[in-house]
């Protein structure tokens, strides 16, 4: 079974330019979360996507976005980037199902971004 | 606003060594993780605590979860080299919200 899959893995842009990051979830799994890594913040969530709506937003300025298609892969974007936009960007996918306790959110490989 | 702690920071012990990592949260959760994070990589999920007094066993690693105390424990038994990685906890507050408020993260490294 194949596992979160994010696109690309490394990516160098330069300041003032968007970026658009691809995450394709474990096949079944309906949400889709993104979180951004940095040395100096930690792991922060960014949104959380199920059956194409955003149903969590984290505390990120409107330049970040993102949307969910009808088979689950999502796309996150960041707009006018600055250079406090490097970072891992994590994807992580899972299964909700109604009544289930144990949800577990599985995490791909990232996507390096580093801005300059 | 959900706070996640863990402490400590650093951790850097000896080969064969026992150790525990510990997570204090804010706010009552209904879940609790435990992700291993080696250099570059991305997070591997370790243990799901699901309710008070659970406790799981992987290993050297085990791990529990005190829900009146908000505090989740990470225990190292024997420690050997391959554990050196960061482990992070992480909260999710609301069952069916899929939004993790993690710890700062420990960093584990094993000295043979």
């Known amino acids: 079974k194949a596992g979160v899959t994010q696109t690309p893995r490394y990516l160098i842009k330069t300041r003032g330019q968007q970026v658009t990051l691809s995450c394709s979830p474990i096949s079944g799994h309906r949400s889709v979360s993104w979180y951004q890594q940095t040395p100096g913040q930690g792991l922060q969530f960014l949104f959380e996507?199920?059956?194409?709506?955003?149903?969590n937003k984290g505390n990120f300025p409107g330049r970040f976005s993102g949307r969910q298609f009808s088979n689950s892969r999502s796309e996150m974007n960041v707009s006018t980037l600055e250079l406090g936009d490097s970072a891992l960007y994590l994807c992580?996918?899972?299964?909700?199902?109604?009544?289930?306790?144990?949800?577990?959110?599985?995490f791909g490989q990232g996507t390096r971004l580093t801005v300059v | 606003e959900l706070k996640v702690e863990q402490n400590p920071l650093f951790l850097s012990m000896q080969e064969g060594k026992n150790y525990t990592i510990y997570c204090n949260y804010s706010t009552t959760s209904d879940r609790l993780y435990w992700y291993r994070q080696d250099p570059g990589k991305s997070l591997e999920s370790l243990f799901v605590l699901l309710s008070n007094g659970a406790v799981k066993q992987e290993g050297r690693l085990m791990a529990s979860l005190d829900t009146k105390a908000r505090l989740s424990t990470l225990h190292i038994t024997a420690a050997v080299h391959d554990l050196s990685a960061t482990y992070f906890c992480?909260?999710?507050?609301?069952?069916?919200?899929?939004?993790?408020?993690f710890g700062t993260g420990t960093r584990l490294t094993i000295i043979p």
């Open positions: 996507y199920f059956s194409e709506t955003q149903r």
């Open positions: 992480a909260v999710d507050i609301n069952f069916g919200n899929e939004k993790l408020t």
């Open positions: 992580a996918s899972s299964l909700v199902l109604a009544g289930a306790q144990n949800t577990e959110a599985f």
